[in-house]
């Protein structure tokens, strides 16, 4: 079987990404809350790669630690959806059609109706910014997300004769959900989850932009954007080396998601193909 | 025909270029209502001030105190008596007269038990206010207050009418050289010359005031020219790009803000002076100035203004020594450092400020758990409920040192020897003698290291270089344009 192109593309991009975010905890080039005043604002070049903010920080030190708080981020609140959203999905299609379907598919809706930032607004002002608030958020965006994967995929296995033979072998539906419908959904997911991981990463970019994200002094890529916003003119490197990497990482992501679901999804391939 | 017209052409192009007489300004914050005796943000006066509102006195460009509705007036012996005399023929935008009865009027009200007047402690020492006649007032005092002319001078204390108080959030009517003309809420507020003032005109028909309160918008608006001046532009970064560009011209100039690390004395470990100390000698503050506001800043080592002639320079009493912070915290028990909290509203300076002051603090022992504050959430967490350790703030009301004086004031000091020193001030009304007192008070609060501080704000005003007559300083909360006029 051929690796897709699009995929060795992806991974090999997004594991850049993550590679840099586990080498920040053993070592980055400069201590990345170290301030210089004395050396702000310094252009790119041999000492500082990607030069230095307005406080003098290494801006490549601050990228390789900030992709520690996207990629957490990214991974618990892909984590809390998953967690919560499939077994919902897998709840609701084992009782399709009754009162305990309408009642979650119609709470899934209500959650779609918020925009997540909207979410995440209300929970800054609730209790105060920070990265947990930030998780909470995006999980909570994408427990329907899930769930209405799940319950889709789940609702035609169900019809299929495998699934039948189970029931007349007696098995409850909850073995059922585990034992059959959850396997044969792990594509989709693993799909659905690379794509959600993208879209995390994005909206706590977008969270920290505009400050209730991470707080300083942890780096965050949407931060540095927000800080260079009013610098572009003079020290354009500020803006545009957090920006490569959000739009790096999160193309990444979707090429690696891509690639995954023709790899994985036979029907799709023999579409494209 | 062809040559006649382009002759025509040629003298239009050639006729004297008429100056401009509007102005656009921006400023970052809209006030929230336009009643200047009843509202405490800074964004009313600097709307209104001198341009809309007058009082009896007015602070000049120069920090001086000038006559404005008050002519003259003369002072009993024993300091307790002040006569005003008012100018004749002054009337109000609505046409009504400007007479004593509106400046009994309005003291009254602004010193009521029910005032919502945000200083109503310039009013405190008024033990009552009567009118000789049409044209006299004579304002009794409790104690002697040699700065009663120059509290009667503030924002707070503009005359108003009692015919037009009942709506003056929304359509303000006063005295001065402009009317109130339109109020575009969340956009801009302007106003338009007044043809009767009572005196010299003013050059300019008509000014905006446009409210931006993001600085890359604030940048764009400045550079397409959509605003003619920013009096206090919010992004120091920017200003070196307006000093290279001839059609621009910077004006650095000095406000009345302390911005300082507020640090909450009752709450401890800030209790104990020592950690207090510590803190002062942990920061640097040159590269807050550098870092935070781009090198514009005068460092302090106390709450006062340094172009006041009565200043000290005490900023060698918390001079940088990281190490002399250590020890200090070492023997106040703290050897290993402890945590506490920064909250942060949005100005810049606090901002960036605060980041550098909590990595300065790092350096010494002392973890700071940062927080970015609104402004509503500011005032409501840390301003009224002192729910907070460290905040940094700049307190640009002018002669604020009195706020010490007062236990309940959101950083919490408490010393009955400070508040007797500013008892002998409000006594004392020899010159000489109130920069000796003015003095000690500075010296007593810097070491006591109440709080941490930092520098004076600098005003840092971006204009269109044609424009004259700007205010370089902001001794008072203003925007005053009587005399500002565009280069022909």
Redesign the interface.
């Known amino acids: 079987m051929r690796v897709p192109f699009a995929l060795a593309l992806g991974g090999i991009v997004s594991l850049v990404f993550v590679a840099m975010a586990g080498l920040s905890y053993l070592w980055t080039p400069y201590d990345a809350?170290?301030?210089s005043?004395a050396n702000?604002l310094k252009p790119p070049s041999a000492e500082h790669w990607f030069g230095t903010d307005?406080?003098?920080r290494d801006i490549f030190s601050m990228i390789m630690v900030g992709a520690r708080t996207s990629i957490a981020v990214a991974v618990a609140s892909v984590g809390i959806g998953m967690g919560l959203g499939v077994p919902l999905g897998l709840w609701a299609a084992a009782r399709r059609g009754s009162w305990l379907d309408e009642v979650i598919m119609r709470g899934n809706d209500l959650v779609f109706a918020f925009p997540s930032l909207l979410i995440a607004i209300m929970i800054a002002a609730l209790a105060?910014?920070s990265v947990m608030n930030a998780i909470l958020a995006i999980g909570i965006f994408n427990i329907p997300v899930f769930a209405r994967l799940t319950r889709g995929g789940a609702l035609s296995l169900w019809q299929r004769e495998f699934v039948m033979a189970a029931r007349v072998a007696g098995k409850g539906a909850a073995r059922i959900s585990a034992e059959h419908i959850l396997p044969n959904l792990a594509n989709l997911l693993i799909v659905q989850g690379t794509i959600q991981f993208s879209v995390g990463i994005l909206v706590e970019a977008a969270l920290s932009y505009v400050?209730i994200g991470a707080?300083?002094?942890t780096p965050s890529w949407g931060r540095m954007l927000a800080e260079a916003?009013?610098?572009v003119?003079?020290a354009p490197h500020m803006a545009l080396f957090p920006g490569l990497a959000i739009v790096l990482t999160v193309l990444g992501l979707n090429l690696m998601g891509d690639g995954l679901r023709d790899l994985l999804d036979p029907r799709g391939r023999e579409r494209t193909a | 025909m062809k040559h006649l017209l382009l002759t025509a052409c040629v003298v239009a192009l050639a006729g004297p270029a008429l100056a401009k007489t509007d102005i656009t300004l921006g400023m970052q914050l809209e006030p929230p209502s336009l009643d200047p005796t009843g509202e405490a943000a800074a964004a009313v006066d600097e709307v209104l001030y001198a341009n809309v509102m007058e009082g009896l006195t007015r602070i000049a460009s120069d920090g001086s105190i000038q006559p404005a509705l008050a002519r003259a007036w003369d002072v009993s012996a024993d300091g307790l008596e002040y006569t005003f005399l008012l100018k004749d023929g002054v009337t109000f935008h609505d046409g009504t007269t400007f007479e004593a009865s509106d400046v009994v009027f309005s003291l009254d009200r602004a010193r009521a038990e029910d005032s919502t007047n945000a200083q109503k402690a310039l009013f405190a020492g008024i033990e009552s206010v009567e009118a000789l006649n049409d044209m006299v007032v004579r304002i009794t005092l409790s104690a002697p207050n040699g700065n009663f002319p120059f509290n009667l001078g503030w924002g707070d204390a503009v005359i108003v009418a009692p015919e037009s108080v009942d709506t003056i959030a929304t359509n303000p009517i006063g005295t001065g050289p402009f009317k109130f003309e339109e109020w575009r809420q969340g956009d801009q507020i302007s106003i338009v010359k007044n043809p009767d003032y009572w005196g010299a005109p003013v050059a300019l028909d008509r000014a905006v005031f446009k409210f931006i309160s993001d600085?890359?918008a604030a940048?764009a608006a400045m550079m397409t020219g959509d605003v003619d001046a920013f009096p206090v532009f919010p992004?120091p970064?920017?200003l070196?790009?307006f000093e290279v560009d001839p059609r621009f011209r910077v004006i650095v100039g000095s406000t009345e803000g302390e911005t300082i690390l507020s640090t909450n004395n009752m709450q401890p470990p800030f209790d104990d002076v020592r950690v207090r100390q510590a803190l002062a000698h942990a920061i640097d503050r040159q590269?807050i100035i550098?870092?935070a506001m781009f090198g514009y800043g005068t460092p302090i080592g106390t709450h006062f203004a340094p172009h006041n002639p009565a200043y000290v320079d005490l900023t060698a009493l918390s001079s940088y020594d990281p190490d002399r912070a250590r020890a200090l915290l070492a023997e106040a028990g703290f050897a290993d450092g402890f945590t506490t909290t920064l909250k942060l509203p949005p100005p810049s300076y606090a901002r960036?400020g605060?980041?550098?002051i909590?990595?300065q603090l790092r350096e010494v022992g002392i973890e700071t758990e940062?927080?970015?504050l609104e402004w509503a959430q500011w005032l409501e967490q840390v301003f009224r409920g002192r729910d907070y350790g460290l905040t940094i703030v700049s307190h640009t009301e002018p002669m604020d040192i009195g706020i010490y004086a007062r236990d309940d004031y959101y950083f919490q000091y408490q010393s009955e020897d400070f508040k007797a020193i500013m008892e002998s001030l409000n006594l004392a009304t020899d010159p000489a003698e109130r920069t000796a007192i003015l003095q000690q008070a500075q010296e007593h609060i810097a070491r006591d290291y109440v709080n941490g501080y930092l520098f004076q704000l600098a005003k840092t005003g971006v204009a269109d270089a044609r424009i004259r007559g700007l205010w370089a300083n902001a001794p008072t909360q203003a925007n005053d344009l009587t005399g500002v006029s565009w280069e022909e």
């Open positions: 809350e170290a301030l005043i702000r307005h406080f003098g105060g910014p400050g707080q300083p002094p916003q009013t610098m003119s003079f | 600085p890359t940048f992004a970064e920017n070196a790009q590269a550098d870092g960036r605060g980041e550098i909590a990595a940062i927080s970015n």
